[in-house]
Nanobody, 115 residues
Framework: QVQLVESGGGLVQAGGSLRLSCAAS????????MAWFRQPPGKGREFVAA????????YATTSVKGRFTISRDNAKNAVYLQMNSLKPEDTAVYYC????????WGRGTQVTVSS
């Protein structure tokens, strides 16, 4: 059974930066395109960014383009999300998964951006 563990969240002021990490146990995800999702308070889970198998291509939702960067290290079975110029509307619980949400969801990591 694959277990996804997200980390790196926290409380940051608007304009600040955070780097999220996602590690997987139980199975390598080097054969999957991976993604980050987030769930703002009182809202549903939404797509943030994705990266293809070997990291050749990345995609991001419009609201984070130019501010967030997704990357991966297949040797470490890890995916990262570098978040810069954070805004209060980025406040959410952040999750990683395959781009089609193949694996069970982890607990996520809370990101809170104060104004």
């Amino acid at each position: 059974q694959v277990q996804l563990v997200e980390s790196g969240g926290g409380l940051v002021q608007a304009g600040g930066s955070l780097r999220l990490s996602c590690a997987a146990s139980g199975r390598t995800f080097s054969t999957y395109s991976m993604a980050w999702f987030r769930q703002p308070p009182g809202k549903g889970r939404e797509f943030v960014a994705a990266i293809t198998l070997i990291g050749g291509s990345t995609y991001a939702t419009t609201s984070v383009k130019g501010r967030f960067t997704i990357s991966r290290d297949n040797a470490k079975n890890a995916v990262y999300l570098q978040m810069n110029s954070l805004k209060p509307e980025d406040t959410a619980v952040y999750y990683c998964n395959t781009d089609t949400a193949t694996f069970p969801w982890g607990r996520g990591t809370q990101v809170t951006v104060s104004s």
